[in-house]
């Protein structure tokens, strides 16, 4: 492996690192290599492969300042959220090490014989993660997948592969075999779609956006291999006149700003009642403005910087013609900053159907709940939301009502290890987490016995 890529610190701008990028036959030894300990791997007793994986718990968790100080290098996150994404990174091997002994199939009656099921693991399972949150949705991959007895071979983002690399290592040092769980920097196009392609990659996990998405579940599709895919979103955070409004303003900015908007979650539409609307800016404004933003190695820090030169283009392309409302503030410098921003939009502006994918958000009035409800659901996504009312029959109709794979009540929690994840419409395709995550790395395998 000759070629190498530079990793840039997105606070400063400065090069890290340079990494290995990984050929089409790089990628093809490391499938190699899994594909020799997945057997062994799957052979095991489940009570083998739960001890291996709450020995590679452990040594994550005894490494968590290691990992956050590099996320926070690599990523621009803030030091109490990198070491949030590390300790949650061992909470998910975890809990996905109690799966092994947990995957029975059934018996089923049937005349003449015994019938019965087995989850027989898919093989190598292949992990396309982006770099908004590189540890935790890769263990959202590969903590079920090893569990159920398949090898992974993981790819990271090109900008933010560090802590991957370091997991890898980390595995190795927790004692799982070689191969089993191989780290192949390089980039989408050459590391990613030799996932898809490769007849011995027999499942795609992919999380990332809609567009290459949706190319790497046509790729799937050619060659028959099953894919989850976790992409985009434009979620809606619905505040009701009856809602405790103080309380909703104070923590909508960290529904939207968590990770400088670079969340898949986001809440970056705001639906605010009519009769609530002006009352609802009044407090929204003060709460944008103390949003901390600035070196996301101060433990006081809640939000970083922008991920790439390149991507705050991008964002800064949706503020042209936007009404602005107000904003908070930004560090100047060489890093990637960017204020966070609040927009008054009307419904069909792009700002209010399109994902950002940083720190703006767009506030909109609606007149009741089936408007609310209408307005929740115009986007081509479907992934979070969340919804604000005293009222619990409201609740129960508006969250009923909107498309959306995961939402809260007077809360903006997406993400819990032990409860399902995913999105609807164009944000994707299977669920992750939660106690079935580690089935779905599985095929079902009948046998019948004639007795
Ligand atoms: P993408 O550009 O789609 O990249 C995601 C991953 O796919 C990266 O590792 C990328 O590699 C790789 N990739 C690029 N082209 C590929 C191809 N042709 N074949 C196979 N793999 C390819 O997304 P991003 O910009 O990194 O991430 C932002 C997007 O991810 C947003 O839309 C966000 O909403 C979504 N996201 C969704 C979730 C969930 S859980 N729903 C979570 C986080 C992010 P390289 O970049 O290294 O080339």
């Avoid at 083998?48 to 718990?57: M, P, Q």
């Avoid at 933010?160 to 390089?186: D, K, M, N, Y």
């Avoid at 940083?358 to 609310?372: I, K, N, R, W, Y």
């Avoid at 997406?414 to 095929?443: C, I, N, Q």
Wanted: net charge negative; with cysteine.
């Amino acid at each position: 492996m000759s070629a190498v890529f530079t990793v840039i610190n997105p606070a400063t701008a400065l090069p890290i690192r340079e990494i290995p990028r990984a050929s089409v036959d790089d990628t093809d030894a490391a499938i190699s290599r899994a594909v020799v300990a997945q057997r062994s791997w799957a052979a095991l007793p489940p009570v083998a492969r739960a001890d291996a994986l709450r020995s590679f718990a452990r040594v994550v968790e005894a490494h968590v300042e290691e990992l956050a100080q590099l996320e926070v290098l690599n990523s621009g996150h803030p030091i109490g959220s990198a070491r949030w994404e590390a300790s949650h990174v061992a909470q998910v091997l975890n809990f996905y090490a109690g799966a092994p002994e947990r995957l029975s199939g059934q018996q089923i009656p049937v005349a003449g014989g015994l019938d019965v099921t087995f989850h027989e693991p898919y093989g190598v399972v292949g992990i396309i993660v982006p770099w908004n949150f590189p540890m935790t949705i890769a263990s959202w991959g590969f903590a079920p997948a090893l569990a159920a007895g398949n090898a992974v071979v993981l790819k990271p983002a090109e900008l933010t592969p560090l802590t991957a690399l370091r997991l890898g290592e980390l595995a190795l040092h927790a004692g799982l075999p070689e191969g089993l769980f191989e780290v192949v920097t390089g980039s989408g196009s050459v590391v990613g779609q030799r996932f898809v392609s490769h007849p011995d990659v027999r499942k795609v996990v992919f999380t990332g956006s809609t567009s290459v998405g949706t190319d790497v579940a046509a790729g799937c599709a050619r060659e028959l291999k099953p894919v989850t895919l976790e992409l985009g979103g434009k979620s809606a955070n619905i505040v009701f006149a009856d809602a405790d409004l103080e309380k909703a303003a104070a923590s909508a900015p960290g529904a939207v700003f968590d990770n400088a908007g670079q969340d898949c979650c986001a809440r970056s539409r705001i639906l605010v009642e009519r009769s609530a609307y002006d009352r609802f800016l009044e407090l929204l404004e003060p709460a944008v403005q103390s949003w901390r933003v600035g070196d996301p190695a101060d433990e006081g820090t809640e939000m970083g910087p922008l991920i790439s030169a390149s991507h705050r283009s991008s964002v800064e392309g949706f503020l042209d013609g936007a009404n602005v409302a107000f904003r908070g503030s930004a560090p100047s410098g060489d890093g990637f900053w960017f204020a966070p921003t609040v927009v008054l939009a009307d419904r069909g502006d792009r700002l209010a159907r399109e994902e950002v994918f940083g720190p703006v958000v767009a506030v909109l009035p609606f007149d009741d709940e089936a408007d609310a409800i209408q307005l929740a659901n115009d986007t081509i996504y479907g992934l979070a939301g969340s919804i604000w009312t005293e009222n619990l029959g409201r609740a129960v109709r508006v969250s009923r009502g909107v498309k959306s794979g995961v939402l809260s009540v007077n809360s903006h929690s997406s993400v819990r290890y032990w409860t399902p994840f995913g999105g609807m419409k164009a944000s994707g395709l299977g669920r992750e987490l939660g106690p079935d995550a580690a089935e779905h790395f599985t095929e079902t395998k009948n046998v019948f016995f004639a007795t």
